[in-house]
C-alpha cells in the first residue's frame, strides 16, 4: 500500500514504525478509558511481522509530513468463511473527521476483495462510537462471538462477489 489521500499518505508498517505506532495506540485507548494490552489483544502491535506480514495480512499506517497519525490492518482468521478481521484501525484526534475513517475501510475492503477473502469481521467497543457507526454506515451487521476481553460488539460483511 503506497497511497495519497489529500496531504496524507497511507503506506505500509515498517519495523521502524513499531514504537511510535504503539504509542499511538495506546494514547487513542486510553482517551476512550481502555486498557493497552501488550500481552493480550494489543500483541499483534509489537509483532507486526508475525500476526500480519508473515499470516496474509496487512498493516498500513497514515502518515501526515512524515509524522504517523493512525494505523489500520487486517489478517486472516480461521471463523467464517475465507475470511479477515478488521484491526488496529486508530486515528489521532487532530486528523478524525476528516474522511480518513471512511477511506481507510474502503481501501481495507478493496485490498481484502483483491485477495479473495468473502468475509470481514471486526470487534469494536460501543463506547468507540465513531467506529460503531462507521461500521454500521457501511453495510457491516451486529452479530456475535466476541472474542476480545475489551469489545462487547462484533460486526461482519459479506464482501460482493466479482
Known amino acids: 500500500?503506497?497511497?495519497?489521500?489529500?496531504?496524507?499518505?497511507?503506506?505500509?508498517?515498517q519495523p521502524k514504525d513499531r514504537e511510535?505506532?504503539?504509542?499511538?495506540?495506546?494514547?487513542?485507548?486510553?482517551e476512550y478509558g481502555?486498557?493497552?494490552e501488550p500481552l493480550g489483544a494489543d500483541q499483534d502491535v509489537l509483532k507486526v511481522e508475525e500476526f500480519y506480514q508473515n499470516a496474509g495480512?496487512?498493516?498500513?499506517?497514515?502518515?501526515?509530513?512524515?509524522?504517523?497519525?493512525?494505523?489500520a490492518a487486517y489478517?486472516?482468521?480461521?471463523?467464517?468463511?475465507?475470511?479477515?478481521?478488521?484491526?488496529?484501525?486508530?486515528l489521532?484526534?487532530?486528523?478524525?473527521?476528516?474522511?480518513?475513517?471512511?477511506?481507510?475501510?474502503k481501501e481495507l475492503e478493496n485490498r481484502i476483495k483483491e485477495c479473495n477473502f468473502t468475509e470481514i469481521w471486526v470487534e469494536t467497543a460501543t463506547l468507540l462510537q465513531e467506529a460503531v457507526k462507521l461500521y454500521e454506515n457501511n453495510g457491516y451487521q451486529l452479530t456475535t462471538g466476541v472474542e476480545t476481553k475489551r469489545c462487547d460488539r462484533v460486526y461482519k460483511k459479506v464482501l460482493d462477489k466479482q
Open 75 to 90: 489478517y486472516p482468521i480461521p471463523r467464517g468463511k475465507k475470511a479477515v478481521e478488521i484491526r488496529k484501525m486508530y
Open 1 to 13: 500500500m503506497n497511497k495519497k489521500y489529500r496531504d496524507f499518505l497511507i503506506r505500509n508498517w
Open 34 to 36: 481502555l486498557n493497552w
Open 57 to 71: 495480512g496487512e498493516f498500513w499506517v497514515v502518515e501526515q509530513q512524515q509524522k504517523i497519525l493512525g494505523t
Open 92 to 105: 489521532l484526534p487532530e486528523v478524525r473527521k476528516k474522511g480518513l475513517g471512511k477511506l481507510l475501510l
Open 20 to 30: 511510535i505506532v504503539a504509542n499511538i495506540i495506546g494514547s487513542i485507548l486510553a
